[in-house]
């Protein structure tokens, strides 16, 4: 069992730890100005820098007033895609019978669905997430499925594969000084630790007591040898490579890559907005066509565009007194096409199908096998994300059913699931085209072609179905015979 850190100067988080763009990705991910701004100038060795061109210029020194920068959520809305395209539908998971109820209970009673859809979406924003399986008697009497951001851990890797980890989280407590509870997973053990440090350095490792979130926990948990691998913490990288070191274990975000793009968008889509902004018509007058303020409006001068009547103004010649309205054009069209552009290069980029965001579809009525090979991009970087989930969930899942008969005492079976990815659905021209196929070669029966057309029909609903048909299409024939 490795010890936890000791050395209250220690700098935290550790460098290395995970890749130094995805402070980069978790900024474009909130989507917080202040943040992006903030991110525009990190260190000078930082070569993410060069990404924000746009936004590095929104770092406007103290007394200077100008509208703020806007910014498209499209970083969010990709990694929010993704996940519902990896866990919109929740997986088949194949065991045996004799421990298909347990399993099909835990997953529905601790919210495995919506737990798996949350890291999904967090994995592809910031390039990975852990999955932890964990217990705690006060809250639950069953196994729970965790998940915790990769900027969140310090990972300990030999040949590509995960050794240990050490998962952190500051607590409440102090402004100026910052409590972390480190929790470190390893084959037989589980340790924890409590440190009281500042936003830098670790700190003096601390009893547990002395922090109300901590207290309840044991030092040290050593882990029975029935658990799976010996250990309860699992990393899920997003993809790989990583473009800049394509020999490192940690995955990259969808928008690898893509920064100055997103940086771009942004821009684009400000100066859209500053478009509207000046386009507002106004009036422009000589100093003398202002009347007076009154005490209801203040001091200085105004001009009231409802007036009907000016009279002549002292000192002026009125052949000189003009008004002039102007409103400047917006040019709608110009920004719409360089916001569309960038966005379907940035989908791309990220390895998708511009008509997975519904672009590129105007005018189109094509079929479902049409469609398909024109997200084929998407399918692809789809199927790819699932190679790198089946090995942790199934590890998971193994271990939820190992916890379940250790910790809990019941008479669970452990059991490795196989994983069976849902296909894509079938629209309903496509059933239909199919089954019109098959009828006219008379390759199925009218039974089975209900079956098709209606998986949701239980044995005496197909039933009734197909009686009806056949009664509505008149004498029956026989069916072909193979």
């Given amino acids: 069992m490795s010890p936890l850190p000791?050395?209250?100067?220690?700098?935290?988080?550790?460098?290395?730890?995970?890749?130094?763009a995805v402070s980069t990705w978790r900024a474009w991910y909130a989507g917080n100005p202040a943040q992006l701004a903030a991110e525009a100038a990190p260190p000078a060795e930082n070569r993410y820098a060069r990404a924000f061109f746009f936004w590095r210029r929104q770092r406007q020194p103290v007394g200077?007033?100008?509208?703020?920068?806007?910014?498209?959520?499209?970083?969010?809305?990709?990694?929010?895609?993704?996940?519902d395209l990896l866990f919109g539908e929740m997986p088949d998971l194949q065991v045996s019978e004799s421990v298909s109820d347990r399993l099909d209970e835990l997953v529905s009673e601790t919210g495995v669905a919506n737990t798996l859809l949350e890291a999904a979406e967090v994995c592809a924003a910031i390039s990975g997430v852990y999955l932890r399986v964990s217990w705690d008697k006060a809250v639950s009497d069953t196994p729970f499925l965790t998940t915790i951001p990769a900027d969140r851990a310090v990972p300990e890797f030999a040949s590509g594969r995960l050794q240990a980890v050490t998962f952190w989280r500051e607590l409440p407590g102090e402004s100026?000084?910052?409590?972390?509870?480190?929790?470190?997973?390893?084959?037989?053990?589980?340790?924890?630790?409590?440190?009281?440090?500042?936003?830098?350095?670790?700190?003096?490792?601390?009893?547990?007591?002395?922090?109300?979130?901590?207290?309840?926990?044991?030092?040290?948990?050593?882990?029975?040898?029935?658990?799976?691998?010996?250990?309860?913490?699992?990393?899920?990288?997003?993809?790989?490579?990583?473009?800049?070191?394509?020999?490192?274990?940690?995955?990259?975000?969808?928008?690898?890559?893509?920064?100055?793009?997103?940086?771009?968008?942004d821009e684009a889509w400000s100066s859209w907005a500053r478009d509207v902004r000046l386009g507002k018509a106004r009036i422009i007058l000589p100093h003398d066509a202002l009347d007076p303020a009154n005490r209801d409006r203040g001091a200085g001068r105004y001009f009231d565009p409802d007036r009907e009547i000016f009279t002549e103004l002292d000192g002026m010649d009125p052949k000189e007194m003009s008004i002039l309205a102007s409103q400047p054009a917006i040019r709608?069209?110009?920004?719409?096409?360089?916001?569309?552009?960038?966005?379907?290069?940035i989908v791309s980029?990220?390895?998708?199908?511009?008509?997975?965001?519904?672009?590129?579809?105007?005018?189109?009525?094509?079929?479902?096998?049409?469609?398909?090979?024109?997200?084929?991009?998407?399918?692809?970087?789809?199927?790819?994300?699932?190679r790198y989930w089946a090995p942790a969930l199934k590890s998971a899942l193994a271990a939820m059913l190992a916890v379940d008969r250790?910790?809990?005492?019941?008479?669970?079976?452990?059991?490795?699931?196989?994983?069976?990815?849902?296909?894509?659905?079938?629209?309903?021209?496509e059933i239909a085209q199919t089954l019109t196929m098959l009828r006219t070669a008379e390759a199925v029966s009218v039974e089975?072609?209900?079956?098709?057309?209606?998986?949701?029909?239980?044995?005496?609903?197909?039933?009734?179905?197909?009686?009806?048909?056949?009664?509505?299409s008149g004498p029956a024939l026989p069916e072909p015979a193979f």
């Fill in 448 to 472: 089975t072609a209900v079956r098709m057309a209606q998986p949701d029909l239980d044995e005496e609903g197909v039933a009734e179905e197909v009686a009806r048909i056949r009664s509505e």
């Fill in 332 to 345: 709608a069209p110009e920004h719409e096409q360089t916001v569309m552009d960038l966005i379907e290069r």
């Fill in 64 to 83: 200077v007033r100008q509208p703020p920068p806007l910014h498209v959520p499209l970083a969010a809305e990709i990694a929010q895609t993704s996940a």
């Fill in 176 to 265: 100026r000084s910052v409590w972390r509870h480190l929790e470190r997973q390893e084959p037989g053990y589980i340790t924890h630790g409590l440190y009281y440090g500042d936003k830098t350095t670790l700190g003096d490792k601390m009893p547990l007591a002395a922090h109300a979130q901590t207290a309840d926990l044991e030092e040290v948990i050593e882990l029975s040898k029935e658990i799976p691998g010996g250990m309860l913490a699992w990393y899920v990288p997003n993809m790989r490579p990583l473009h800049d070191a394509p020999g490192s274990p940690h995955g990259r975000a969808d928008i690898a890559g893509a920064e100055s793009l997103l940086d771009a968008l």
């Fill in 6 to 20: 000791s050395d209250p100067h220690m700098a935290w988080p550790p460098s290395g730890a995970v890749p130094s």
């Fill in 349 to 386: 980029k990220c390895g998708y199908s511009p008509q997975t965001f519904g672009l590129r579809i105007e005018g189109r009525a094509e079929s479902g096998t049409a469609l398909r090979l024109r997200e084929a991009k998407t399918y692809q970087t789809i199927d790819r994300k699932r």
């Fill in 406 to 429: 250790v910790v809990f005492g019941r008479p669970t079976v452990i059991e490795t699931p196989v994983i069976v990815w849902p296909e894509p659905h079938a629209t309903a021209m």
